[in-house]
């Protein structure tokens, strides 16, 4: 499995909305098909929100595969508990789960929710308040948004790893075995960490199957019921982290004060909310948590549960916010053990240079702008490249045609066909008698 989306190029129509969606420009229709750059694409699933054909799908491993895998542990995002309607028998799913002959490790997973909340809570602290404020790297789509687009705040991202990674860690080092790990994910995002581990040079998952995946054939074989964890009447916090506010709220209980902080969901909020922090406007803010998807994962396109339904069932939780003496302890045990600190730097990605060579690149520059002027730049995606400028600057590179661009198109045929007409009218009509001379044999003769 590599990055987090596939095309099946059998349904896609080229209609393009993919194409003019995507906030990375990361999609193009190069030769008749949609091409994704995974190095650009960040996994937000935007792309799969506006196919009207349905022709993108989030990368995962075959379900039937790791369901006959007895060697493999599955582990889910907490979005995957409020998929369903409740029976109000707590731990239904885990149980099908278990049927299937999968152990349920949630205890250690929602304790690494505490710890990452914990770090976090003391990373803030830690802050000078000029350094602040910090970043949630909770979204991997958000997280590469800021590697690709915003480079200059990598410094506020807050250093501590997915719980869903620590909690492995975890799990590994208390009962030192090792087993293979698959994730049940939300969206192309998380299914990317496989492949593309942020904070870490190997993530702990070896597989990845879509949420809607496993509780579509949970519920076509009648294994699906309640699935809050049967841990969820101790351990309820970490399932909130599914919904906007989750997060800041978990912190704030492990810090014993009230957060100052911004949380964003959505697109177009992440990106004005990440534009406003490079202006230098959020003085007195603590902490953002930011969510690529409407709502927070809940809202991720892999789920199968309407947005709104999860909404509600989480908010009727009531959810123990504090920790008892006993977990508390047990969190600064692990706190010093560092198991929930990045071990590989968040770098900046690059974006597609014009060239490598300076002097090239800015020979390069002039024919892009120049390309640009000569365009409608009305961005309508017609060209199969995300924007007019996005088309002028691969024609700089020497990718696609200028023709691609149906206004150049129809000039181009106007041209050829005001050329053709003059030329008609320059046509001699000598040759036509000439020949029919030389065909009859009367070469010469004379009328
Ligand atoms: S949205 Fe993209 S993948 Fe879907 S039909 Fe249109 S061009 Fe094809
Ligand atoms: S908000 Fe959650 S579901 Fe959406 S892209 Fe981010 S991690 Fe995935």
């Known amino acids: 499995m590599s990055l987090g989306i596939a095309v099946r190029h059998s349904a896609c129509r080229r209609c393009t909305k993919c194409i003019r969606s995507c906030p990375t420009r990361a999609m193009r229709i190069f030769q008749g098909m949609v091409r994704v750059d995974d ?34 542990l599955l582990t889910a995002d907490p979005s995957f508990y409020v998929q369903t309607g409740s029976s109000g028998r707590t731990g239904a799913l885990q149980d099908s789960l278990t049927r299937l002959g999968f152990e349920d490790i949630s205890d250690y997973i929602s304790t690494a929710y505490d710890l990452a909340a914990l770090a976090i809570g003391r990373q803030i602290n830690e802050r000078k308040p000029e350094e602040l404020p910090l ?7 958000v997280l590469r948004l800021i590697q690709l687009n915003h480079p200059e705040l990598i410094r506020h991202l807050v250093g501590v790893e997915s719980p869903l990674e620590i909690g492995i860690d975890y799990w590994r080092n208390t009962t030192g075995r090792g087993e293979s790990v698959a994730l049940i994910a939300p969206c192309p995002a998380m299914s990317q960490l496989q492949s593309l581990p942020a904070g870490r040079v190997k993530s702990n998952f070896d597989h990845v199957v879509i949420i809607r995946q496993v509780i579509r054939t949970l519920i076509s074989e009648g294994m699906a019921g309640n699935e809050l964890p049967r841990s969820f009447e101790r351990h309820g916090r970490w399932l909130m982290w599914a919904l906007h506010g989750g997060e800041t709220r978990h912190i704030a209980a492990t810090m014993g004060r009230p957060l100052t902080s911004i949380v964003a969901t959505g697109i177009r909020n992440v990106q004005d909310l990440l534009n406003e922090l490079e202006l230098g406007r959020l003085g007195c803010v603590e902490y953002l948590e930011c969510r690529m998807c409407d709502q927070g994962c809940l809202g991720g396109v892999a789920t199968s549960e309407s947005r709104f339904m999860s909404l509600v069932r989480l908010q009727n939780l009531n959810i123990n916010w504090t920790l008892n003496k006993e977990e508390r302890e047990r969190l600064l045990e692990l706190y010093a053990t560092d198991l929930w600190r990045f ?13 490598g060579d300076i002097q090239e690149a800015m020979t390069r520059l002039r024919k892009m702008n120049e390309i640009y002027t000569t365009l409608p730049g009305i961005d309508c995606g017609s060209c199969g490249h995300p924007s007019c400028r996005a ?3 691969d024609l700089a590179r020497g990718e696609g045609e200028i023709t691609n661009c ?11 066909s005001t050329q053709i007409f003059e030329l008609c009218g320059k046509n001699p009509e000598t040759p036509t008698s000439l020949r029919e001379h030389e065909i009859d044999g009367r070469e010469g003769v004379q009328e």
Request: proline share 4%; aromatic share 6%.
């Open 39 to 72: 190095e650009l694409c960040m996994g937000c699933g935007e792309c799969i929100r506006v196919c009207p054909w349905k022709a993108i799908e989030v990368r995962q491993d075959s379900w039937d595969t790791i369901r006959k895998n007895q060697n493999l």
């Open 135 to 141: 970043i949630s790297t909770y979204c991997p789509a």
């Open 343 to 355: 071990s590989a730097p968040i770098q900046a990605l690059e974006q597609k240079s014009l060239s």
């Open 391 to 393: 088309m002028a600057e």
């Open 406 to 416: 149906i206004f150049k198109l129809k000039e181009r045929i106007t041209d050829l």
